[in-house]
């Protein structure tokens, strides 16, 4: 079945550091890919997505560009800030109108 | 415009006892999804609503849990009789109906803890 993998966690890093963090998926075909975060005792919000094969989605200074070559949609920051300490959770889906599948979280923790 | 609500936000119940969580979807979303984070795990689909209609359920555990969906407006949630496993949060989000590139709208989420 279809499903997401991320790298796991948690990844500690100083401000202003460069961020990855990797997520692979397995599904027969193009699915639209997705990042959420969750900020400590918040819900989930969209972060950025992308719908197609090559597309980059970007927002906040993140970004993730749709491989299907290597089926990934890795997220990368430029430059860290406290503020983006969250869990950060990649996820893809397929038809019209169906669920999100979620990889396991990747828990981001900042220091200054 | 309101985003998705949950209520309640926090519950702490004993073991066999009942617990009923509600979310109020977007006005206007057809598509409503139960989803649940245990223990620090991955978030897990547990259905989906379009409508009053329940088009995928393949994801809800058992049958202590079960769900509705009033007149295609709010969703209930009631967990009967809980466990302990059951200790996690439960998220719902709404989205529009139409492609996989739809946004799907979170909300806080219910935070269950079972002792």
């Known amino acids: 079945g279809d499903s997401v993998t991320q790298m796991e966690g948690p990844v500690t890093l100083s401000e202003e550091a460069f961020l990855t963090i990797n997520c692979t998926y397995t599904?027969?075909?193009?699915?639209?890919l997705f990042w959420y975060v969750q900020y400590p005792g918040e819900g989930l919000q969209l972060l950025l997505k992308?719908?197609?094969?090559?597309d980059k989605g970007s927002n906040k200074g993140f970004e993730a560009t749709y491989r299907k070559e290597t089926t990934s949609f890795h997220l990368e920051k430029g430059s860290v800030q406290v503020s983006d300490s969250a869990v950060y959770f990649c996820?893809?889906?397929?038809?019209?109108?169906?669920?999100?599948?979620f990889g396991q979280g990747t828990e981001l923790s900042v220091k200054p | 415009e309101a985003g998705v609500t949950q209520f309640p936000s926090h519950s702490v119940i004993e073991k066999g006892q009942t617990v009923t969580l509600r979310c109020d979807p977007i006005?206007?979303?057809?598509?409503l999804y139960w989803y649940r984070r245990v223990m620090g795990k991955e978030i897990k689909f547990l259905l989906h609503?379009?409508?009053?209609?329940?088009?995928?359920e393949s994801g809800m555990p058992n049958n202590r849990f079960l769900a509705e969906r009033t007149g295609g407006t709010y969703s209930t949630l009631k967990v009967q009789p809980a466990e302990l496993e059951d200790s996690g949060v439960y998220f719902c989000?709404?989205?529009?109906?139409?492609?996989?590139?739809?946004?799907?709208?979170f909300g806080e989420g219910s935070w269950l803890t079972v002792v």
């Open positions: 006005s206007g979303h057809d598509n």
């Open positions: 609503f379009v409508k009053e209609s329940k088009q995928d």
């Open positions: 992308a719908t197609k094969a090559d």
């Open positions: 599904a027969t075909g193009y699915p639209s």
């Open positions: 996820a893809l889906r397929w038809n019209q109108g169906g669920k999100l599948i």
């Open positions: 989000a709404s989205s529009v109906q139409g492609g996989s590139g739809n946004t799907i709208y």
